[in-house]
């Protein structure tokens, strides 16, 4: 295991929670990453050439940040910077590993897309809400929220 830094020290036993806190503990219990990885990996890049890839599921996880909060792929670099949140919600340590930047994230979304994954993600992701009565209401950074569906109660087809 590596050693934690004072900062993460400090931020786990800080007293509360904030609400992204809570929401990206959600997503991240919420998710099926491994069977999303499976449907990312064929046609992501291997590193046989170029500078060493990101982890998979680092990528996915930072497509799913910029699904939350709306946000580019500069924005997203940034706000792993900046919060603690999501640097903690992608699992990225800044003592082994860097931040994808905004390039290396545009093209893993370009990648999604060509390949139709992103509306498939989009999908499951909206499933896996509603399967636990949520919808996403896309905001940014600040101010993201998930809500509560109220469900009606369907009405039976009576026999004439």
């Given amino acids: ?29 919420l998710i099926p990453w491994d069977e999303w990885i499976i449907v990312v990996k064929p046609f992501y890049y291997t590193g046989r050439r170029g500078r060493k890839p990101v982890a ?3 990528m996915i996880r930072v497509y799913v940040l910029q699904q939350i909060f709306g946000l580019s792929s ?7 910077y900046d919060s603690f949140a999501m640097r903690n919600f992608l699992n990225i340590d800044f003592f082994s590993e860097n931040v994808p930047d905004a390039t290396t994230i545009q093209r893993f979304r370009r990648l999604l897309s060509k390949n139709e994954i992103d509306k498939r993600f989009d999908k499951d992701l909206a499933m896996l809400l509603a399967g ?8 940014s950074a600040v101010e993201p929220r998930l809500l509560k569906i109220k469900r009606k109660p369907r009405k039976k087809k009576t026999d004439k």
Avoid at 3 to 29: G, I
Avoid at 132 to 139: E, F
């Fill in 74 to 80: 500069e924005a997203i670099e940034d706000c792993v």
């Fill in 132 to 139: 636990k009565n949520y919808k996403l209401k896309n905001g």
């Fill in 1 to 29: 295991m590596a050693q934690q830094s004072f900062s993460s020290l400090e931020y786990e036993n800080r007293k509360t929670s904030t609400k992204r806190d809570e929401m990206l503990a959600f997503f991240d219990k």
């Fill in 56 to 58: 998979l599921e680092i």
